[in-house]
């Protein structure tokens, strides 16, 4: 059992092995509740994307909110509380973390924390993998994939007291927030004012464009110039690592 202060009031779920936290959280659907595992067998990212992550040494939890629908921008705003977690709880990693649109956090420009917001019509889930003592993801991975343990070259001694900052900066964001999400999110995004590879659409889509990554709207889409000078925004989409 994991003794946890739970911000957002509910209680807190902790498995060896689930088949995904989302899944859990579904079954449990009480507000607040905060859903932890070590193992995923059938974890997932966005776009259907397979989560894997070493157990007991990362950290992959659901958030179970009373929303009937997702809120506007808000896998943009748990973006911005990762990014404060990140930088409060390891004060050395300020200057190293930047927010990937529109769901990931990197430390030094490889990916650390991915997040997914799912909802059933009742409850919002919040899913959040982040590495942070594995150093190994494997080959494919291992150019665009890092863990806080590689960005500090040692492993931090409490996972859970990086989690309890999460969900700290978390209820601090969907309530009130330290300041403007949007602004926040422009300041620390990555490849902002740099040429991009960026593939439209969904998980199926095949059209990828090159563009300058100008920002982020407060309606959350992502900002781009084209070589001809025109301006588009895109609500889907991926930036590619190149």
């Known amino acids: 059992m994991v003794q946890l202060r739970n ?7 902790y498995y060896p092995c689930v088949s ?4 859990e959280a579904r079954k449990i659907g009480r507000h607040g509740s905060v859903i932890i595992a070590e193992l995923q067998s059938a974890g997932r990212g ?11 040494e990362n950290l992959t939890f659901t958030v179970v909110l009373q929303y009937t629908a997702i809120p506007a921008v808000l896998s943009l705003r748990v973006g911005v509380a990762v990014f404060y977690a990140l930088t409060q709880y390891i004060p050395s990693l300020n200057g190293k973390v930047q927010i990937k649109w529109p769901n990931d956090c990197l430390i030094n420009a490889k990916k650390v924390a991915g997040i997914l917001v799912e909802s059933d019509g009742q409850n919002v889930y919040i899913g959040i993998g982040i590495n942070v003592n594995q150093t190994d993801f494997g080959a494919d991975l291992n150019h665009k994939v890092s863990s806080i343990a590689l960005a500090l070259s040692r492993k931090i001694d409490s996972r859970f007291a990086l989690l309890e900052t999460v969900l700290k900066e978390l209820c601090i964001e969907l309530s009130a927030g330290k300041s403007n999400w949007c602004t926040v999110l422009n300041e620390h995004l990555y490849k902002k004012g740099e040429k991009i590879q960026f593939k439209i659409g969904g998980a199926d889509s095949t059209t990828t464009v090159e563009a300058t990554l100008i920002n982020v709207n407060t309606d959350g889409m992502l900002v781009v110039q084209y070589e001809s000078g025109a301006i588009k925004t895109f609500i889907t989409g991926e930036i590619l690592f190149v």
């Open 7 to 13: 911000p957002f009031g509910g209680p807190v779920f």
């Open 20 to 23: 995904s936290t989302m899944d």
């Open 46 to 56: 966005r776009l259907t994307r397979p989560w894997y992550a070493n157990p007991y």
